[in-house]
């Protein structure tokens, strides 16, 4: 299948482009396209083949569900029900934007979509491009992140190409995603409201809206038995070629002891990568013998952080970096979201110094 790829400015999405997207959607085929997290892969939500060919492209398990995107308010009462008062006070508050909202499915939604389950994950995204697209694809596009399984989410349609050529119709072209980190979930079919996976809109930013959020205890403990809740969370994910290790204490104790252990992997015969920040990297340049040293911006502009982290994997990929030195962040606010990826795409490898 040849891949069509259509370059559109977020601010204002090419009319044709999206038109024949939509076509694409609506004949059960396959188009890749920006959120304001990361790019997703779509196709018809409510269509079980769809749901079916999204798997085989991304080579994931098919009894991972799918996110449901939608772009009008009213359509979650097709496809949710019922629909709890927290769930619309959320809509309420953060939609459109980087939150997915679990709740009971109606019959609408196929079981291919949810893998199986009851329940279905909501989105109504904020970005421009997504939302035509949406509309223009009959309003519900199911879409999980536009990576092959394993592989960090794409921030870039680069990325989206380098991955799916050859799998989908088409890919929309939106340059780089704001965020860079996938969608809160929180689930609204238990007892109390869950976070299922950290994300933009944070535990604080809920509980403004909520009385009480919990937070799924296997997000939080590496060593926790339990089984996440969200499918996907339970599969090795975001996982870089080289070896990585977090580094964590105090941040001259930190920066001493990357520089050391970079010296030390370059002599074995390591290619070494360091995720540094605008207030080390000069360092690591200068002193750890490290082939590759990537800054992820200030320590203390976590969204800029946020942003940076999955394209630096990749791009470590790309140099075929074999042994990689991070430094850690604040587990505050957006925080938790980029220690959450950070650490599983470490296999949960932290030294302390
Ligand atoms: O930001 C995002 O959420 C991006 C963009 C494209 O919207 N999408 C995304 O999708 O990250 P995906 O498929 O890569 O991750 C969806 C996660 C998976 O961990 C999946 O197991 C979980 O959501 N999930 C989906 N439906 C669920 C359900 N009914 N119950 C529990 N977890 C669910
Ligand atoms: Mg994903």
């Given at each position: 299948?040849e891949?069509?790829l259509?370059k559109?400015?977020?601010?204002?999405?090419?009319?044709?482009?999206?038109?024949?997207?939509g076509?694409i959607?609506?004949?059960?085929?396959?188009?890749a396209?920006?959120?304001?997290?990361?790019?997703?892969?779509?196709?018809?939500?409510?269509?079980?083949?769809?749901?079916?060919?999204?798997?085989a492209a991304?080579?994931?398990?098919?009894?991972?569900?799918?996110i449901?995107?939608?772009?009008?308010?009213?359509?979650?009462?097709?496809?949710?029900?019922?629909?709890?008062?927290?769930?619309?006070?959320?809509?309420?508050?953060?939609?459109p934007?980087?939150?997915?909202?679990i709740?009971?499915?109606?019959?609408?939604?196929?079981e291919?979509?949810?893998?199986?389950?009851?329940?279905?994950?909501?989105?109504?995204?904020?970005?421009?491009?997504?939302?035509?697209?949406i509309?223009?694809?009959?309003?519900?596009?199911?879409?999980?992140?536009?990576?092959?399984?394993?592989?960090?989410?794409?921030?870039?349609?680069?990325?989206v190409a380098?991955?799916?050529?050859?799998?989908?119709?088409m890919?929309?072209?939106?340059g780089?995603?704001?965020?860079?980190?996938?969608?809160?979930?929180?689930?609204?079919?238990?007892?109390?409201?869950?976070?299922?996976?950290?994300g933009?809109?944070t535990?604080?930013?809920l509980?403004?809206?909520?009385?009480?959020?919990?937070?799924?205890?296997?997000?939080l403990?590496a060593?926790c038995?339990?089984?996440?809740k969200a499918?996907?969370?339970?599969?090795?994910?975001?996982?870089?070629?080289?070896?990585?290790t977090?580094?964590?204490?105090?941040?001259?104790?930190?920066t001493?002891?990357?520089?050391?252990?970079s010296?030390?992997?370059?002599?074995?015969g390591?290619k070494?990568g360091?995720i540094?920040?605008?207030?080390t990297?000069?360092q690591y340049?200068?002193?750890?013998?490290?082939?590759?040293v990537?800054?992820?911006?200030?320590r203390?502009?976590?969204?800029?952080?946020?942003?940076?982290?999955?394209r630096?994997?990749?791009?470590?990929d790309?140099?075929?970096?074999t042994?990689?030195?991070?430094?850690?962040f604040?587990q505050?606010?957006?925080?938790?979201?980029?220690?959450n990826?950070?650490?599983?795409?470490?296999?949960?490898?932290?030294?302390?110094?």
């Amino acid at each position: 299948m040849e891949t069509i790829l259509v370059k559109m400015e977020k601010e204002n999405p090419d009319a044709e482009g999206i038109r024949k997207a939509g076509e694409i959607i609506r004949a059960g085929g396959l188009v890749a396209f920006p959120t304001e997290t990361v790019y997703g892969l779509g196709g018809d939500a409510l269509n079980p083949d769809s749901s079916r060919k999204i798997y085989a492209a991304k080579g994931r398990p098919s009894d991972n569900p799918l996110i449901v995107h939608i772009c009008r308010w009213d359509d979650i009462y097709k496809i949710a029900h019922p629909v709890p008062e927290e769930a619309e006070k959320l809509a309420k508050a953060y939609w459109p934007g980087p939150l997915t909202m679990i709740l009971k499915k109606t019959d609408l939604v196929p079981e291919e979509t949810t893998g199986g389950l009851d329940t279905v994950a909501i989105r109504f995204p904020q970005d421009p491009i997504a939302r035509t697209f949406i509309e223009a694809a009959g309003g519900f596009v199911a879409a999980p992140s536009a990576n092959l399984s394993g592989k960090p989410s794409p921030t870039l349609a680069q990325y989206v190409a380098e991955d799916m050529n050859g799998r989908i119709e088409m890919i929309i072209d939106g340059g780089e995603v704001g965020i860079g980190l996938e969608s809160t979930i929180v689930d609204l079919t238990g007892e109390e409201p869950m976070i299922l996976r950290p994300g933009f809109i944070t535990k604080e930013m809920l509980e403004e809206v909520l009385k009480r959020v919990e937070v799924d205890r296997t997000i939080l403990d590496a060593n926790c038995r339990l089984r996440p809740k969200a499918p996907g969370m339970r599969y090795k994910h975001y996982a870089p070629k080289g070896d990585l290790t977090i580094i964590e204490g105090e941040p001259e104790a930190v920066t001493e002891a990357i520089c050391q252990r970079s010296k030390a992997a370059e002599s074995a015969g390591e290619k070494v990568g360091i995720i540094a920040t605008d207030e080390t990297a000069r360092q690591y340049r200068t002193f750890s013998g490290a082939e590759s040293v990537k800054s992820v911006g200030r320590r203390v502009d976590e969204a800029a952080v946020g942003r940076s982290l999955y394209r630096i994997l990749r791009e470590f990929d790309d140099e075929n970096v074999t042994v990689i030195f991070s430094e850690s962040f604040s587990q505050s606010g957006f925080g938790q979201a980029i220690m959450n990826r950070l650490l599983k795409a470490a296999g949960h490898h932290v030294e302390r110094v």
